[in-house]
Structure formats: C-alpha cells, structure tokens
C-alpha cells in the first residue's frame, strides 16, 4: 500500500517533546530511572549521617578516656604503678574503639551499624569501670599513705622508749607488737583490693598505738611519782 510522503511526515517526530513512537513509555523509564537515583541518592545520604553520628559518639568516648588519663596523670594522691595499671587499660580501651572507627568506615549496611555501636556501648560501660578503679586506686593509695604514717609513729615512740627499763617498756611494747600486726594485715588486704577489710585494720593499728602513747605516758607519770 502507498503511503503519501505528507502522511510520514506526520509520524516522523519533529522536537525533543514528541513521543517517541518506537517506545511510547519511555517519559515513565526515565522518571522512573530518576526516581531511583534520587531515593538512592537519599539513602546514601542518610546512611552518610548515621556513620558520622557513630563515629562522634566513638570520639567523645576517646576524648573522655583522655580526659581521665591526664587527670589520673596529675594526681598526687595516686601511686606510680597505679597510673601505670591505669594508662595501660585506658590505652587498650581507645585502641579498642580507633578500631570500631575503622569498621565503621568500611560498613555498607545499617546492621553493621548497629552491629558496632552495640559493641562501643560495651566499651562505654568498661569506661565507667575504668572511673570506678580511679576512685578506688585513690581510696587504696590514701590508706597505704596512712599506713606509712602509722609505721613512722611506730619508729618514733620505739626510738622514745629505747632507754626505759624493762618493767616500763612492756606495756608499750605490747601495744607496739599488736599495731605492727593490725598494719601487716592491713597491707596484705590492701594487695588484695579488700579496702574496706584493710581500713578496719588500720583503725585497730591506730587506736593501738594510742593505747602505747597513753601507757607510756602512765609509766611516766608513775616514774615521776
């Protein structure tokens, strides 16, 4: 059959808004196209945000435990090998999380997200026992303090007595016997990480030693008489 060129004209497309008679959906191919772009583009987006909400709580966790080293640092009323314990947990708690950073970086999917935020809330609460250490390593460091104080005093009054005679010098010298006892035990519990066991012993150190002062001044009053 014949057709008139003026008739093929009109089916031939003329500008870029003509439909395309070849493949008359293609408009809904492309919005649809685009559609998925721009949600793919949405979902990267929002992805991007909780990466970067993830890494800031890492950071603040790190910041946090070098807070707490450097006031751990300065302390006077902490012993040396005491930081020293202190540091070497606070270095492997941030290792621990530069890590979780690095496995955030690399994540591709919410899970993993979620995956690695639940391990760094178990990283947060070894944090709140690192604090909690720091509270007992200054309690344990203040009694050891105390415990020298007391052996000073001990040294003292025995260095008093050095020249009494016998019958003077017992009454004391019991007291004496029975506070270096409480102290050996009080530092033994120390070791131990019993504080409140170990404080108990150094009040019953204390108040034997009291009890030498005030017999050694008896004897002296009775020397006197």
């Not at 009109?10 to 959906?25: G, Q, R």
């Not at 017999?215 to 009053?221: A, F, H, I, L, R």
């Given at each position: 059959m014949f057709i008139s060129?003026?008739?093929?004209?009109?089916?031939?497309?003329?500008?870029?808004?003509?439909?395309?008679?070849?493949?008359?959906?293609?408009?809904?191919?492309?919005?649809?196209?685009?559609?998925?772009?721009?949600?793919?583009?949405?979902?990267?987006?929002?992805?991007?945000?909780?990466?970067?909400?993830?890494?800031?709580?890492?950071?603040?966790?790190?910041?946090?435990?070098?807070?707490?080293?450097?006031?751990?640092?300065?302390?006077?009323?902490?012993?040396?090998?005491?930081?020293?314990?202190?540091?070497?947990?606070?270095?492997?708690?941030i290792a621990v999380l530069e890590e979780k950073k690095s496995l955030i970086d690399t994540a591709t999917t919410k899970a993993e997200i979620k995956k690695i935020i639940k391990e760094v809330k178990t990283?947060?609460?070894?944090?709140?026992d690192?604090?909690?250490?720091?509270?007992?390593?200054?309690?344990?460091?203040?009694?050891?303090?105390?415990?020298?104080?007391?052996?000073g005093v001990i040294v003292k009054i025995e260095k008093k007595i050095e020249g009494w005679d016998e019958s003077r010098k017992t009454a004391v010298e019991g007291n004496i016997s029975k506070a270096k006892s409480s102290l050996r035990e009080a530092r033994e519990l120390l070791k131990g990480g019993k504080l409140k066991q170990a404080k108990a012993k150094i009040k019953e150190a204390h108040d034997f030693l009291v009890d030498a002062i005030s017999?050694?001044?008896?004897?002296?009053?009775d020397a006197n008489e």
């Open positions: 060129h003026s008739f093929a004209l009109a089916l031939t497309p003329t500008d870029e808004n003509s439909v395309d008679v070849l493949d008359p959906h293609r408009d809904a191919k492309e919005r649809k196209a685009l559609a998925q772009k721009k949600k793919e583009e949405v979902r990267k987006a929002n992805f991007d945000k909780v990466k970067k909400r993830a890494v800031r709580i890492i950071n603040s966790v790190i910041n946090k435990l070098n807070r707490i080293r450097d006031r751990v640092n300065n302390m006077p009323n902490i012993s040396d090998d005491a930081k020293g314990q202190l540091n070497l947990k606070i270095d492997a708690r990283e947060i609460a070894r944090t709140r690192i604090v909690k250490e720091v509270v007992v390593s200054i309690h344990k460091t203040h009694l050891e303090n105390i415990v020298e104080r007391l052996v017999s050694g001044k008896d004897t002296d009053g």
